[in-house]
């Protein structure tokens, strides 16, 4: 694997890092206290492939409870 394809990988999750701590954060000054929020992240691979799709999907789902 090649810098930059390491580089746009970065700056992928960096963004989505951002985003999602932005997004998390107003959603739970949204709510009321005391409850967590059960959390789940999905990456998938949206790329059309046409006729010859990979063997194998990318699919990765993380789940985690966020305390207030």
């Known amino acids: 694997m ?3 394809t390491r580089n746009d990988i970065r700056k992928l999750l ?3 890092g951002i985003q999602a701590d ?3 954060t107003a959603h739970l000054e949204s709510l009321p206290t005391g409850q967590p929020l059960h959390i789940r ?3 998938e691979d949206l790329t059309d492939y046409g006729q010859t799709p990979p063997d194998e999907e990318l699919h990765l789902e993380i ?3 966020i305390r207030p």
């Open 2 to 4: 090649n810098d930059t």
């Open 14 to 16: 960096k963004n989505f």
């Open 22 to 24: 932005e997004a998390i």
């Open 41 to 43: 992240i999905t990456l």
């Open 63 to 65: 789940e985690g409870e």
